[in-house]
């Protein structure tokens, strides 16, 4: 279930989704957030360099494993604009993160990139819990739907 909370954080990934595509990125956010409900590390997709693996889900793992305690990482929510692929969602099950709510799943992903006619992706888009099935995963929230498909339709509108 996505609640008020929860929806408020992933209004911040959407921002950040929005910051991505303002600077030449592809339109993805994430934000990692304690059990206090403190955001503690966000970021943002910056693949337009030529890394196509620097999704900000995967920094985020890779940041809570070298400041977080296994518990504080078991106990902290990841927030994030689109559905992990399955490499931030096998590298958050490594590393023992906790909760991921997401705002659009990634077949919804998938679909509007058929509808742009775009070839798929390399990776195929299994949904989290196919990868890391110990992990609670929210999501989606259909009041965001639209917002995240516009930035999608504008980044391959360029
Ligand atoms: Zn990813």
Do not use: K
């Not at 994430?30 to 403190?38: F, I, K, N, P, Q």
Request: proline residues 8%.
């Amino acid at each position: 279930m996505v609640d008020e909370t929860d929806l408020a954080h992933l209004r911040r990934c959407v921002e950040l989704a929005e910051l991505a595509l303002s600077v030449g990125d592809e339109p993805f956010g994430s934000v990692l957030v304690d059990a206090d409900g403190e955001v503690l590390f966000e970021d943002h997709n910056h693949v337009a360099a030529g890394d196509e693996t620097r999704h900000p889900e995967f920094e985020i793992a890779r940041w809570a494993a070298e400041h977080l305690t296994p518990a504080q990482r078991a106990a902290a929510t990841v927030y994030t604009s689109g559905e992990h692929c399955p490499m931030c969602a096998a590298a958050h099950a490594w590393v023992g993160l906790g909760r991921i709510v997401y705002a659009v799943s990634s077949a919804q992903l998938t679909a509007w990139r058929d509808e742009m006619g775009l070839p798929p992706g390399p990776v195929r888009p299994l949904p989290i819990q196919e990868v890391a099935p110990g992990v609670q995963v929210d999501g989606p929230a259909p009041e965001l739907a639209a917002q995240i498909r516009e930035l999608h339709r504008r980044q391959h509108a360029a």
